[in-house]
């Protein structure tokens, strides 16, 4: 069983960058494909990007691409997701979520979930 343990949210000013962590731990990680996902108030959860932990995939939900970075560190058993030119509409509650298939973008495909970040976008 994989846990997993998200930093890095806090409050930010519009156009601000933030890095969030996922830390990994137990299992093997190496089998498991991460994915970040978010959910703003009132709103369903949002796929956001995710990376097979060998690094050989990773994916990104169009909209997301231009702002939205996802990166692993294989030596801290760590997934990062680099957010530039935050909005206020980024405001969500920033969860990490591992899975054993390839790379899927719909939460129920998630097995492990961490208990999330809280990223709050404001002036």
């Known amino acids: 069983q994989v846990q997993l343990v998200e930093s890095g949210g806090g409050l930010v000013q519009p156009g601000d960058s933030l890095r969030l962590s996922c830390a990994a731990s137990?299992?093997?990680?190496?089998?498991?494909?991460v994915g970040w996902f978010r959910q703003a108030p009132g709103k369903e959860r949002e796929f956001v990007a995710a990376?097979?932990?060998?690094?050989?995939?990773?994916y990104s939900a169009e909209s997301m691409k231009d702002r939205f970075t996802i990166s692993r560190s294989v030596a801290k058993n760590t997934v990062f997701l680099q957010v530039s030119r935050l909005k206020p509409e980024d405001t969500a509650v920033y969860y990490c979520?591992?899975?054993?298939?390839?790379?899927?973008?719909?939460?129920?495909?998630?097995?492990?979930w961490g208990q999330g970040t809280q990223v709050t976008v404001s002036s």
């Open positions: 979520a591992a899975t054993t298939n390839v790379v899927v973008t719909a939460s129920d495909y998630y097995y492990y």
């Open positions: 137990g299992g093997t990680v190496s089998r498991y494909t």
């Open positions: 990376v097979r932990w060998s690094g050989s995939i990773k």
